[in-house]
């Protein structure tokens, strides 16, 4: 009896710090770069936009090699950080990241994580999760916040902090059902969709 192989396992992501945490489950997988817009719709619900963006980076990443892809199991991640109804996304500079860690000093942060598997072996199937994590910020002294950046310059992180890094400096306390989640993939939440897709893990 022939044993069907594996599916390929595609990672829709530039993030190095996702692909390091894919990596945590000892699998093979590839990583590509989607080409995605990612701007939110004018009134879109952050936790939609997380939803919708990680499918739109799995499905970008399946259009961009169709063939390569036929029966690739791909996943895609988004996160958005949301404090009072507002989304706080990347600062891109030093001056964005000061003002967005003033405004987030001594609240809670929901760092909500969209997740999308995308199985094409069902047709494209997407298996869509949230998985929220609740981070509360220190009340932060502008010093501080010179202080941290000078050190971990975070213009690429929602929130302008990494916790990961240095960033928990900043952090009073942290609330959520996967600690993954907060640096941008939860682990539990893929477990569940990769053996649901019958990928053996262990």
């Avoid at 003033?102 to 869509?128: E, H, I, M, Y």
């Avoid at 900043?170 to 893929?190: R, S, V, Y």
């Amino acid at each position: 009896m022939s044993i069907s192989p594996p599916p390929t396992l595609v990672l829709a992501s530039a993030s190095p710090f996702r692909r390091e945490l894919l990596a945590r489950l000892g699998l093979p997988f590839q990583v590509v770069a989607p080409d995605c817009d990612e701007t939110a719709y004018p009134g879109e619900n952050p936790e939609i936009l997380a939803l919708r963006l990680a499918e739109a980076k799995a499905r970008a990443v399946l259009a961009s090699n169709p063939e390569q892809f036929a029966d690739a199991l791909i996943i895609g991640s988004d996160q958005v950080a949301v404090c009072k109804g507002k989304i706080y996304g990347k600062p891109g500079n030093h001056a964005a990241a000061v003002a967005q860690l003033r405004k987030l000093s001594g609240r809670c942060v929901n760092f909500f994580t969209g997740l999308c598997l995308l199985d094409q072996r069902t047709g494209g199937l997407a298996r869509l999760v949230g998985v929220p994590a609740f981070v509360t910020f220190r009340n932060l002294s502008d010093a501080e916040i010179e202080a941290y950046l000078a050190r971990e310059p975070a213009y690429n992180c929602a929130g302008s902090a990494k916790s990961e890094g240095l960033g928990i400096a900043l952090i009073a306390k942290m609330e959520g059902t996967d600690p993954n989640a907060l640096i941008g993939l939860p682990l539990i939440a893929l477990c569940d969709l990769l053996r649901a897709a019958g990928v053996a893990i262990l």
